[in-house]
Each structure stands twice: as structure tokens, then as C-alpha cells.
């Protein structure tokens, strides 16, 4: 974070810098207006929440921060004073290196790990799978979002493989079987398949392969249900939207994948 916080104080000097050279009172310039919505919206993209949330800045000083960005924004509309993008910019630079850059390289490698990081730590190897090892290296840099999305692929991915291993012609089957059910739990269900290859399976939804998985009893409708969870967190994640990702959330997340699929023997491979 404090590599983050030095690249964007340095971004913020930058534009006021070329704010300083221009000679009239108002700035009009295209360039430097997209500059300073930029600036200003890449402080709540992450950096804000960060702060309050995984560094425990207190919200006052977070807070002080956010009304200048919030500011720069207004300002980034066209034809504002000059020295109020200074005064703006000012507000921003003048401590953030003594207020959040210097105390976040101080306490690195001193703070003791939270019940999220020991939880990421415990999480066994993940052997084959390159998704969920990027997935935990996300997750250990703070990157919430990016950790679901890759960890989703992980399951997947192993789904997709352990199909494949038992052929796809025992995925067809089933899935015609389940699609001619007039009663029970897959009435439904409507959705054969004809895939021949990993290419075509990976074409298939997510949530289609769910339950055909479940039709070839490889999961249970608990396990179904709980799968179909992290798929629509992982949609949450991967898509715009105010739902917010906690570490909480994606240990359950974690727990659900590793449990149900990585160390499940029916998706040995």
C-alpha cells in the first residue's frame, strides 16, 4: 500500500506541477480536467477503504482525505479557478507522506496477523491449480475482488477437468437423463448437452454445469447450494456494483471452494 499511496502523491504533484504552469485564472484544459476526476475517483477505488479498513487509519483522517478528492472531482468540471486546484492539490500532498505513507512503512512486517491472514496462511497447497495459488496471493495483498474471481476459477477449472477425466459422454447422458425427469428435484431442468470437448464444456454456464454435477452425484443439493453462492459472489466481484467484499466473506468463500472441490475426492484428478 505505501508503493500505492508513494505512486499516487507523486501523480498529485505531477498535476499541479502543470496546473502552476498554466497562465490563466481558469482551468479549462481537457487533459488536466480528465487528470483530476481521475485522481480524485482513484482514491475511493480502493485506496480509502484500504486504509480505514486493513491499515485501521482512523475514519477522521480517511475522511479528510475523501473531501478533497471528492472536491477535486467537482472541480474537474470545466472552467474552475486555478488556485482552487492548488489549494485542492495542497490539501491532499502536504502530509500524505507523514500522515499515512510513513506509518503504514513503519508498521510493515511489526503488525500481527488478523484472523483473515492466519486463515489465508492455513489454506493447504493448492498442487496443480495456478488459479487458486494467484487467487491466494490476491488475497494476501488486500485485493478482495480479484481473489474471488480467481478463486472461482479454480473450481471451475477443476470441475471442468474431472468431467473430462470421466468422459463427456457421461456428462451428455446425464444431462438428457435429468432434462426427460417429469417429477422430483430436476423437473426442470431443461438444459442437454452435447460437448465434446474441454473447449465446448467451458462454453457451458457455470450454473448449468452445477447441476449436472449434481445429477452424476459427484455434489449434493447442500453442496449445489452452496457452489451456486460463491459463483454469484464471484459474479458480484467480477461485475460493477455497491455489494461489498469483506474478508469474511471470502474466507467462507475459500472454505466453500477448498472443501467442496479442491480437497473433495470425487474431483481428484
Not at 493448492?126 to 495483498?141: I, N, T
Request: glycine share 6%; net charge positive; with cysteine.
Amino acid at each position: 500500500m505505501d508503493s500505492v499511496l508513494q505512486q499516487y502523491l507523486d501523480d498529485l504533484k505531477s498535476l499541479r506541477r502543470a496546473v502552476n504552469t498554466e497562465t490563466t485564472k481558469l482551468i479549462g484544459k481537457k487533459q488536466l480536467r480528465e487528470s483530476a476526476e481521475e485522481l480524485g475517483t482513484r482514491w475511493f477505488k480502493g485506496i480509502a477503504s484500504d486504509l480505514t479498513g486493513r491499515y485501521k487509519f482512523s475514519a477522521e483522517l480517511v475522511e479528510r482525505y475523501s473531501t478533497h478528492c471528492k472536491r477535486l472531482i467537482k472541480l474537474s468540471g470545466p472552467n474552475n479557478l486555478k488556485t482552487s486546484y492548488l489549494g485542492c492539490i495542497d490539501g491532499l500532498t502536504k502530509s500524505m507522506r507523514d500522515e499515512l505513507i510513513l506509518p503504514i512503512k513503519a508498521s510493515a512486517g511489526t503488525t500481527s496477523p488478523t484472523v483473515f491472514d492466519s486463515f489465508v496462511a492455513s489454506l493447504k497447497d493448492p498442487g496443480e491449480s495456478a488459479y487458486f495459488q494467484e487467487a491466494l496471493d490476491c488475497a494476501k495483498q488486500g485485493y478482495l475482488r480479484g481473489a474471488t474471481v480467481l478463486g472461482w476459477c479454480a473450481a471451475i477449472d477443476r470441475i471442468h477437468r474431472t468431467i473430462e477425466l470421466k468422459g463427456f459422454v457421461v456428462f451428455n447422458v446425464c444431462s438428457a437423463q435429468m432434462a426427460s425427469q417429469q417429477k422430483g428435484r430436476f423437473k426442470r431442468f431443461n438444459q442437454t448437452q452435447n460437448v465434446t470437448s474441454l473447449s465446448e464444456l467451458r462454453e457451458v454456464f457455470d450454473t448449468i454445469v452445477l447441476w449436472i454435477i449434481e445429477g452424476m452425484n459427484l455434489i449434493d443439493s447442500n453442496q449445489h447450494t452452496r457452489l451456486r453462492s460463491c459463483f454469484e459472489m464471484r459474479c458480484h466481484c467480477a461485475h460493477p456494483g455497491e455489494a461489498p467484499i469483506t474478508e469474511y466473506n471470502l474466507m467462507s468463500f475459500f472454505s466453500d471452494i477448498q472443501q467442496i472441490i479442491l480437497e473433495n475426492k470425487q474431483f481428484e484428478i
